[in-house]
């Protein structure tokens, strides 16, 4: 036991793994590959983790991805107080920063020191987008969606009325840390709005 | 670019990432905590990985919190090709055994090497359970549900006629790798019983 695995400590983990049972109720605009319903932050989350894995050999040389899975699984806990804004929608997404910020404060303010502090900061660092870990772990979070709906026949993007333009110029920093993937996206993209997928 | 990263190892990840999707509907006994439905095995592999970084200042001295949640995030990609088995039903757990050894090879083969590898090993440790990284790992698995049972007034283990008993002895390994939550967690197992929320 290290210093910080005190009986309390413990109560307090619990706790907090208890509250994050709370994102399985979080609902995203993309659903599911072949399926009616959408997909929530939880499950999101779980397979940005495992797109961070697995995209690895692509990652810009000296990304952690030690950092990078954990920014993957924490990065939208906040969301449990706030609830998900559409990537698209900017204004919302300005509106609800603050909210978000103070989200991550009570959410991960749960956990025991040294964890809590840990947590806040990655978490921080993930939105502030600028180390090479979070720009790694945020050009995943925005090319995983654009994948699932090129799947998907752009359902999304119909039910938002979401334009090519739109989505080429709201992702087009991937290409910074995923050149490969985001020029194949790009092909994609261009077939998808053919094809009717988005305007 | 690393040498592992051709396009062809490209659209072989994204193959595998969209496949993945399918574990989002795989669906568990357990169920949201307060909420009627059941979670589904996407969103418990984040919740396990979740509670791997959380619980770490309880792990035993030697564990690899990186592999740790690596096997959590893996653990059961498996169920995409079989399903969940309740962990009490020890006969239909062990007639799936071989389907699941089965069904890694066929999904983490969908990924280029090094990493189909790399995942189908960490997924057989994890599997045997005789490391420490696959003990502390298991441990989790067996009580974090167990918890999740205990906020949600024995929902679960009512609907599946399961007795303290079961519970008791089905889990008690996981006093090897983290005493002090089993210690606790068997106290509220003893109450969980006297209001009825198990048999």
């Known amino acids: 036991m290290t210093a910080t695995a005190t009986p309390d400590a413990l109560h307090q983990v619990i ?28 499950e999101h989350s779980w397979h940005l983790a ?15 991805i030690g950092r990078v899975v954990k ?7 906040v969301e449990i107080d706030v609830g998900d804004v559409l990537v698209y929608d900017l204004a919302g997404r300005e509106a609800v920063e603050e909210q978000e910020a103070r989200a991550a404060e009570r959410l ?30 945020g050009a995943l979070d925005r ?17 938002n009325n979401i334009a090519l333009e739109q989505v ?3 992702n087009a920093h991937v290409a910074d840390t ?13 077939i998808a709005q053919q094809k009717g997928w988005l305007r």
Request: net charge negative.
């Open 71 to 77: 920014m993957a699984l924490l990065h939208d806990i």
């Open 15 to 42: 706790a907090f793994l208890m509250e994050l049972d709370k994102l399985k109720q979080v609902e995203r605009r993309t659903r599911l590959i072949g399926n009616s319903r959408h997909e929530n932050s939880a």
């Open 108 to 137: 991960f303010g749960l956990l025991p020191q040294p964890m809590a502090g840990e947590f806040l900061l990655l978490w921080q660092e993930y939105e502030a987008g600028e180390s090479l870990d979070a720009r790694f772990a």
């Open 168 to 170: 080429i110029q709201r």
């Open 143 to 159: 090319v995983l969606p654009v994948l699932q709906n090129l799947h998907n026949e752009g359902r999304s993007w119909l039910e």
């Open 178 to 190: 995923l050149p490969e993937l985001w020029h194949y996206v790009e092909g994609q993209l261009q």
């Open 50 to 64: 495992m797109g961070a894995l697995s995209l690895y050999p692509f990652a810009p040389q000296g990304v952690d």
